[in-house]
Structures are given as structure tokens and as C-alpha cells.
């Protein structure tokens, strides 16, 4: 919508744009109850707070739209014709009849329908080569000033497209003048339509057409009985007598002179056009204030089982994280080629029982302790990269078959997981490589711990004596033995072997550096486990991230809708709150002239031109 220049909005005005914001943001993607429906109904509230609500509010003198609406086949086309007096509509014998929307207005009205401030979506045409959605422009001074008609496309058309353009120029209505016929008024689409016309407390007549002669006694009374029956009581019922058109495909003009006069006698009178488009602009806000609160519950499921989906991965990740950090101190990794390689690293156990007569002269050779190694240092570090390896991906395995299996239980997990082709019953193909990766990185640091613990004064001469990997692997296995975990012969070899590191490294740095430097190291290795798990586990973060789910929209839907249901008890500027709310405020509209020259049923066979106001009151309220 463009904005009118050295205009101020109103209060209800930016309430309107900020919900208008806020519903056109709205995502709910997950197939749960409601969803679709409710995302239908956001959709719905954007298309009319952009074609009529908010245009209507920043042009609130423009002419009172009327839309000619109603059945296929009802005669919308010839009735426009006729109440204009020219062949501004094409009628016809194909469905669908009318294709494109015609309005119709006076000439000195034609600045409020050539630029976009009402039905902005809609491009403008003057007849030549027209579009579908084209909105045809035709200007007649026997149209009154303040008045315009917009014939539309049949509601129950068999072409989808001019059904949704009929609904969409019936929400943009400032009145409704609906058209039914006396074979279908009783058909469930048009009153769908009426029936929402009245929830929402649009301003509706109805006109009764093509009714023959013999049943113009029985058929309109049952149509005002429907009419009270589904909340039109107050609506004004104009039955118009099946009859022969002229030359020019138009009804007698007795025949449509009520419905012309009540038109004209509106168009005259400034305070009912403005009556008459405050009791529908206040409808139609209502209704997007009655419908907000549907849409927000939705969007709170939506976030909940977001919210669900995302527990449900993190807790099967956590549980790797749990398991590998159990597994990496409670003696399960000292088995296997790890207890294999350690076994020939410790040999005999003349490694350890070297140490202290090898200190005296090491301390002389010092550059060459630095460059040596002791015998199968790389050997138990490559055992312990690959038995550490292979504990990761098997835990990662095991959360991505727990994470996939649990969104598999859910009609929302499996349209999340329909959204990849990846397999995310399976780690990632590129988790091996990086958990290798991670490994060298916690080796690297557990060597670079014990270099900066092992050069000083005190412990330098015994550290040297086994160099930083003789330390390293050392600090590793009691890292893996931390908590005792072993059972039956293992206690004897892998766990007696753990004590012998103990004791060495108790030798080099002494007890109390040693438990820090093993909590040190376990804790560098739990921290290096958790982020390459996250790693995997943002591949489900990733898919429920780019649903669009925003937490925040439900309150801030409900938030919206009250700000604006608080600006509605605002009137603006020059007009009167009674206008604003409820049929029971609206100032009555009064019929036209009273009905000409009806046929009664004793007299039936005679022909019947004229039209009727059916039970008229001068004091009948539009609603």
C-alpha cells in the first residue's frame, strides 16, 4: 500500500501495520492439527488487512465499494447492467460468466480507483486487452457520487482462480450486494459466504433473482426465514421477478428500481456512507482480532514441538557425550591392541625400575634424553588414537540411530527429516576424519601439559629421562584408568600396568601434580568429545533452524491483537463511536422507494416486472 503523503496514521492504523507484520512473518511448517488452517487463516488476514482494511483506513471518505457477489449463473452481470443503465458487464451462457471484476463509478470518483489505495493488488485496465485479475475501470455519471459497483467473479465458480478473486473482492467490500437466484438461493457455497459476511458483521443485502411469478409468494419469505436463521435478520432481501431483457440485454427498469433506489438514497446521505463503512471496516478488524488468538495457539505447538524435536536429538547426544566420557576412565579403552601396546611399552617393567639409577647420569646428557624416545611410545599412541576413534563413532553412531528413531515417532520428526536427503540415521561421512583430527589435537595438548609441568627445576632431570611422548602416553593410560573400571585378569595386567604409570609420573612430578594433571587432561579430553558430538548434532539444529519456528510469535501475536482491539475503541478523527461498533450502533438505512406494482398470487399468470423490498422497514438496520 502507498503511503499518503503529509498524512498521520491513527492509533489503530499502526496497531493494524504491526499486525499486518507479524501474521505475514508467520511460519507453521510442521503438519500438526491446525497448521494448515491456521496458516490459510495468517495468509488470509495479510491479503485483507492489504486489500481493504488498511486502504480503507488511509482513504476513509473514498465511495462506499459495493461488490456484486454471488452464484454462477445468478444474473450479477445484466442486474449491474441494469442498475446502471448501460452494458458495462458482459453476461453469458458459458461458465464461468464473469471473468474479471468491472467497477463501475461516477466520473469525479475516479481518483480514489486509478492509483492503489483501494484493492491495491489488483492492476488497472479500461477494457482493451484485460487480464483475468485485471480490474476493469468504467466511469458513468449515472452512477452517484459516493457510490461504486464492482461486478466479480461467481463465488462458486468452476475455475479456481475467479472463486479466489471473488473472495478476495468480497473482503474488500464495503457492502455486499449478494445475488442468488430462486433455483440455487438454498446451495451451501453462496451461504458460506453469507454466514461469514454475517460473523464478521459486514454490511449485506441480499437481491433474490430470476424469481417466476407463481413462487415469488413462497420463495423470498423462505429465503428471509434462512436469512434470520443464520444472522441476516437486519439484512435488506430484494426479490427481483423472473422477466424478458431488452435490445440491450437489460431488465425493465421496474424491475431493479428498489435496489436503485436504496443505492441512491445511501450515496446521498454522508453520514450512512460513513456508517455503512465503519459497521464493516469495525467488522472486519473484529474478525482479525477474533481469528489472532487461533493462529498464536498454533504457533505455540509449532514452537513446543520444535522445542521437543531439538530435546529429543540433544539428549541422544548427550548421552554419547556421557558414555564415551565414561568409557575414556573407567578402564574400558586399556583393552585390546591399546592393552597390547602398553604391554610392550612397560616390557618387563625394567623401563620403570631404570629410572632412578639412569637420573644421575641423564642429568649429564641431557640434549640426548630430549631426542630420544622411549621403545613403543608411538606404537601405544597410534593404539590409543585408534581405540579412541573407534569408541567416538561408534557413540556417534549409536545418538544419530536414537535421534532418527525418535523423530521417526512423530508426524512432525518425519516431515523435518523428509526436508534432507542426508541419512541422519548415521553420523556424518566426514565424522571419522575429524575425530582423528580431534585426537592428535588432545594428544598434542596432554604433551604439551606434561612439557610445561615436566621442565621445571624440581622434576626436569627424571622428565627428560623419559622424554615428553615417554610422559605423555604415561599421563594417558591413567587417564583411561582414572575411576577403575577393570574386572577379573584385566586387574592384574592393564590395571597393575596403570599403577606402574602411576607411580612414574608420581616420580617425575609428584602425587599432588599428578591427579591435577590427570583431571587437567580428562577434562581437555571431555571438552574436545562434547564439541565434535555438537558438531554432529548440528546437523538436526541446522534442519529445525531452517523451518523458519519463531518462539516468539505466539505472544507476540497476542500482543498485536490487543493493541488492536484497544485502538478500535478509538474513533477517528470526525467520526462518532456509536458508528464504530456493532450493528446495534450503526444509524439505519432505509429502504428506497416503496415496492411498484407487485403481483399477488391471484393474479400470478400475469407477467411480473417489477421488483420487491421483501417485508420492508423503513428502519432496518444493513448488517
Known sequence: MADVPARIRTPLELALVRLQAVVTAARLPLPL????????????????????????????????????GGSTGAGKSTLVNSLVRHRVSEPGVIRPT?????????????????????????????GSGRRTRDLELVALDAVPRGLAILDAPDVDSVVAENRQLAAQLLDAADLWLFV????????????????AAAARSAAVAVVLDRVPPRAMRDVPPHLGQMMSERGLADSPLFAVPETAVDADGLLPDAAVAPIRGWLGALSQDRSRRA???????????????????????????QAEAVDQLRAEVDRSYAEAVRTVGVQTEDGTLLRGEVLARWHDFVGTGEFFRSLESKVGWLRDRVVAAIKGEPAGARDLKVAVESGLESLLVQEADAAAER?????????????????????????????????????????????????????????????LAF??????????????????????????????????????????FGDQAVRRLAETA??????????????????????????GV??????????VAYAVDAARSVPPVGASADALRGPDAVPALTAGPPPLGLGTGDDADDDVVDAELVEPDLTRELR
Do not use: C
Not at 44 to 62: E, K, M, N, T
Not at 101 to 112: E, F, G, I, N, T
Not at 404 to 412: G, L, N
Open 467 to 508: 622424554g615428553v611422548n615417554g610422559v605423555g602416553v604415561a599421563l594417558m593410560i591413567l587417564v583411561f584408568a582414572h575411576t577403575g573400571g577393570l574386572v577379573g585378569a584385566e586387574v592384574g595386567v592393564a590395571g597393575g600396568t596403570a599403577i606402574l604409570a602411576q607411580r612414574v609420573l608420581e616420580a617425575v
Open 550 to 559: 519463531d518462539a516468539g510469535l505466539g505472544p507476540a501475536l497476542r500482543e
Open 98 to 126: 464473469t471473468r474479471a471484476p468491472v467497477l463501475v463509478h461516477h466520473p469525479d470518483d475516479a481518483r480514489w480507483f486509478t492509483d492503489d489505495r483501494v484493492l491495491p493488488g489488483l492492476a488497472r485496465s479500461t
Open 180 to 195: 442468488t437466484s430462486a433455483a440455487r438461493y438454498a446451495d451451501a457455497v453462496p451461504w458460506d459466504y453469507l454466514v
Open 522 to 547: 580428562k577434562a581437555e579430553l571431555d571438552a574436545r568429545v562434547e564439541a565434535l558430538m555438537a558438531e554432529e548434532l548440528l546437523r538436526y539444529h541446522v534442519l529445525l533452524d531452517g523451518l
Open 403 to 463: 535421534a532418527e528413531s525418535s523423530w521417526q515417532s512423530t508426524a512432525a520428526g518425519r516431515d523435518v527429516l523428509g526436508r534432507t536427503p542426508a541419512d541422519l540415521s548415521h553420523s556424518s561421512p566426514e565424522l571419522r576424519l575429524r575425530a582423528e583430527q580431534m585426537i592428535r589435537d588432545w594428544q598434542g595438548a596432554v604433551l604439551n601439559l606434561v612439557a610445561d609441568e615436566g621442565m621445571s627445576k624440581r622434576s626436569r632431570a627424571r622428565f
Open 275 to 301: 456508517a455503512v463503512v465503519q459497521q464493516t471496516l469495525d467488522g472486519a478488524v473484529g474478525s482479525l482480532v477474533d481469528r489472532t488468538p487461533a493462529i498464536a495457539l498454533a504457533a505455540d505447538e
Open 33 to 68: 492439527p491446525e497448521a494448515a488452517a491456521q496458516q490459510a487463516a495468517a495468509a488470509q488476514i495479510g491479503f485483507q488487512l492489504d486489500d481493504y482494511v488498511l486502504p480503507r483506513l488511509a482513504s476513509i471518505d473514498a465511495p462506499v465499494l459495493t461488490v456484486v
